[in-house]
């Protein structure tokens, strides 16, 4: 397994509500780690603490209980946070600044030196598309270009981790398209992403691996894979069978297309899936090949978070 | 020379507030006003001067006397004369230090509180302190900057029209120079206010309510001798301690002025305390800056 690059222990933040009002526990006892190369998505409904747990990985909040580390470092610390790039949910750079102009700065304000500074902007407004708008002021950015911009910025100085808030938000079908290769391009190139999105087919599509955060509490994580994989559901191709043949067993339906048909089992356990598959069998169905049951990323978001505040 | 990194990073932080300061318009605004200030005491203004007196003043050709009021020594009553040169160089630069004193003060305080409230938004300071900088490095140079930027605006002013008047008179009052220092003193006095208020609430309104207030208060705490007499305890005891504890932009003015003519101050307390505030407040924004939740 390749060594951590984020690594959250019971990490907890609660804000206090003011006067007279009840405290808010914005995340608790949040635990999670990402392997460098990984792309990793952050899942969770408006308001289940995504971008609080970013902003306590970079310091910009302090979290109220646990740890954290970035990089091996410890977070808050300004060496935690050298080798990170981060696009933030909401940004905004000064408007009388041109696109190289902006990069310059925030890379002077990460220590990175002239020379490369220079090189680097010039790279990298080229890799989002904007390199004939170098020399235009941000002012006239579109939300679109201001995105992209923003990504130019948190790739500056070559990070070991980026983090993206919502990267593609504002942006139109064929930019996210763009910032997906650009995710992918980066994954490719070694560097570790953490991508924190409420369009799951975007995360589905880049990630490896998700964890899913609802109320401020992890609820599920894993590859998407297994993510992806349906509980207790399975799918048998077998030879075909009528629809009204008896002794095909409860909790088993089908569709009976040539020259395979698609049995759908719901089994709890796997001594029950077996069961079944013998009652198939006995029925006079050839099997072919019995895999996990699959749904897509939305449905594993939705039952996920369902179960979780059901649990509640 | 390669800068190491924390250099690099601080500069970075000084370009910014920089870039923002001349962005708002203030700052040219103010280069502007200071230039036609001493290009107005360069050509427009023209000294006959006889004996070490101001014969005639002329300002865009129109001619006046500046005159004196004295008492005649024997007869006690009042008389007139031509002002001395030198008088009139130090009425001019006493001018030039209160006009600035005040319009630069309140105008800089104007340009820097929505600078400083805009660097601490959602949309702005999630990114910055994102860097690898910390967040005492990163309001130092912001401070920095704001200050650099009055330091350099009233060195421009007061050192041209200092120069245009004593080559012009030949009389060189270098205290006038003082007033450099204590324009951006009291200018920092004042923006340490805002500076803790913005870290605090983040709001520019209240900053400069809260500094043009202390401001306002400081005309009531410069007369602070004919008060207090007109008070009894507690009420008195009060007033001291606010006299004490408040920075007394008003009464440093006579101070300043007795600095800036060369003659001996009276009254070292305004100016002392009033750096004693600035300082504290300074300390209560890093600190509340490196605490806070954005």
């Known amino acids: 397994m390749h060594d951590p690059v984020v690594q959250a222990t019971s990490l907890g933040k609660q804000y206090s509500g003011g006067f007279r009002a009840k405290p808010i526990q914005a995340l608790s006892d949040f635990s999670l780690t990402v392997h460098r190369g990984e792309v990793f998505g952050l899942l969770g409904p408006n308001g289940a603490g995504k971008t609080t747990f970013i902003k306590a990985l970079l310091g910009v909040i302090r979290p109220t209980s646990g740890s954290a580390t970035l990089l091996g470092q410890p977070i808050g610390t300004p060496a935690s946070r050298f080798r990170v790039g981060y696009l933030p949910e909401q940004h905004r750079f000064p ?46 950015f579109s939300k679109g270009m201001m995105q992209r911009l923003g990504l130019a910025q948190a790739l500056m100085g070559d990070p070991e981790l980026v983090i993206l808030d919502e990267p593609t938000d504002g942006v139109d079908p064929i930019g996210r398209r763009e910032i997906r290769d650009l995710v992918t391009w980066l994954s ?42 349906a509980p207790a559901a399975y799918e048998a191709q077998g030879t075909p069978v009528d629809a009204g043949l008896p002794g095909l067993p409860d909790g088993v ?39 996990s049951g699959k749904r897509t990323l939305e449905q594993a978001f939705v039952e996920i978070v369902a179960d979780a505040e059901a649990a509640n | ?53 101001v014969a005639a003043l002329r300002i865009f050709g129109f001619e006046s006397t500046p005159t004196d009021h004295i008492r005649d020594p024997e007869t006690g009553e009042w008389m007139s004369q031509s002002m001395g040169l030198d008088k009139l160089v130090v009425g001019i630069q006493s001018f030039v230090f209160g006009a600035s004193y005040f319009l630069g003060t309140l105008l800089g305080i104007f340009a820097a509180a929505p600078l400083t409230a805009s660097l601490v938004t959602e949309s702005r300071i999630g990114l910055l302190l994102s860097k690898p900088l910390s967040r005492h490095r990163f309001l130092a140079g912001h401070v920095l ?20 008047l004593s080559l012009k008179t030949g009389i060189w009052v270098p205290s006038f120079l003082l007033a450099i220092p204590i324009i951006t003193l009291m200018f920092g006095v004042m923006y340490s206010v805002v500076l803790l208020v913005v870290v ?23 007369a602070q001798e004919q008060i207090l007499t007109q008070l009894i305890t507690p009420g008195k005891e009060i007033f001291l301690g606010l006299y004490y504890l408040l920075p007394n932009f008003i009464e440093a003015v006579p101070f300043a002025v007795q600095l800036v003519e060369g003659d001996p101050v009276q009254n070292w307390v305004p100016i002392t305390s009033s750096i004693v505030f600035g300082a504290v407040a300074f300390f209560g924004a890093f600190q509340w800056f490196s605490r806070k939740d954005f």
Request: proline share 2%; charged share 15%; aromatic share 10%.
């Open chain 1, 95 to 140: 408007g009388y600044l041109t696109a190289v102009q902006a990069l310059d700065l925030y890379a002077r304000l990460s220590g990175h030196d002239a020379p490369s500074r220079k090189s680097e902007s010039v790279r990298l407004l080229g890799r989002v598309g904007l390199a004939e708008w170098a020399d235009t002021k941000v002012k006239k």
């Open chain 1, 188 to 229: 490719q190139s070694g560097t570790t992403v953490f991508l924190n999105s409420h369009l799951l087919s975007e995360v589905e599509m880049v990630c490896t691996r998700a964890a899913i955060l609802n109320d401020g509490k992890l609820v599920g994580q894993g590859s998407i894979a297994e993510l992806t994989t």
């Open chain 1, 253 to 291: 339906t089908h569709d009976g297309e040539l020259p395979w048909a698609t049995y759908r089992i719901h089994a709890d356990s796997p001594e029950e899936l077996t069961a079944m598959l013998g009652q198939l069998i006995k029925a006079g169905v050839t099997l072919r090949q019995v895999t």
């Open chain 2, 1 to 53: 020379m390669i800068a190491s990194r924390p250099a690099i990073q601080f500069s970075g932080s000084l370009q910014l507030t920089f870039r923002e300061l001349w962005s708002t318009y203030v700052t040219l605004g103010l280069f502007v006003v200071s230039t036609i200030c001493w290009l107005f005491l360069t050509f427009a203004m023209n000294l006959d001067v006889v004996e070490g007196s």
């Open chain 2, 145 to 164: 900057g704001v200050f650099a930027t009055v330091l350099l605006l009233s060195t421009y002013l007061v050192l041209s029209v200092w120069l245009v």
């Open chain 2, 200 to 222: 605090i609430t983040g709001s520019s309104g209240f900053a400069l309510v809260t500094s043009y207030g202390l401001i306002f208060i400081s005309f009531i705490l410069a």
